[in-house]
Each structure stands twice: as C-alpha cells, then as structure tokens.
C-alpha cells in the first residue's frame, strides 16, 4: 500500500505561481513512477507531468515551459513548480503513484487562478 498526501493548493492571480507537494508513504519501494493529473469540473482527469524513477519527465502540452516537477528520492515527495498561471489551470490536482500493476492517487487539492 502506498498512501500520497498533497499540499500547496490555493488561489492565486493569473501570471502567478503555486508549487504543490506530494508525500508518499507505505510501500514507497514499490513506486515506479510518480505524476500529478488534473480535473476541472464537468472534464476528464488528465497528465499533468509524471516523472519516473530515473528522473525522466512528460508534460502536457498544455503546461510545457510554465511547470517543472520534480522529485526528492529522499523524502518520497514530488513537486509541481507551476508558474504563470493561467485561469484555464484551474482544477483539483491529484498525485499519483505508479506501481507495477496498480495506480494509488492522493485526495487531491484545488488550485484556482484568478483572471
């Protein structure tokens, strides 16, 4: 079992900037991959950014060049550094952790942006 705790969720302006955490807990061994997804109300859950084991990263097109995430093996937390945000940014923000097999997903935290 692996258990994600997200936080830095919040309200900012548009052009501003907001950097999530996720902790992970448990059988933190296990994880291969670790990533953030989105959804907006009324839309799918999509890719964020994922980052793998080895520190090789995807992005959406959508936040290419305005978010960075990253990873402390340490600590088993990733980061989503997101700046310039954009109103169309504004979602529930999920971590999610890669297991062979098996998908484990934290609570999720709200990142609104304000035109």
């Known amino acids: 079992q692996v258990q994600l705790v997200e936080s830095g969720g919040g309200l900012v302006q548009a052009g501003g900037s907001l950097r999530l955490s996720c902790a992970a807990s448990?059988?933190?061994?296990?994880?291969?991959?670790m990533g953030w997804y989105r959804q907006a109300p009324g839309e799918r859950r999509e890719l964020v950014a994922a980052i793998s084991n080895g520190g090789s990263t995807n992005y959406a097109d959508s936040v290419k060049g305005r978010f960075t995430i990253s990873r402390d093996n340490v600590k088993n937390t990733v980061y989503l550094q997101m700046n310039n945000l954009k109103p169309e940014d504004t979602a529930v923000y999920y971590c999610?952790?890669?297991?062979?097999?098996?998908?484990?997903w934290g609570k999720g935290t709200l990142v609104t942006v304000s035109s």
């Open positions: 448990g059988s933190t061994f296990s994880i291969r991959a």
């Open positions: 999610n952790a890669k297991v062979t097999l098996m998908d484990y």
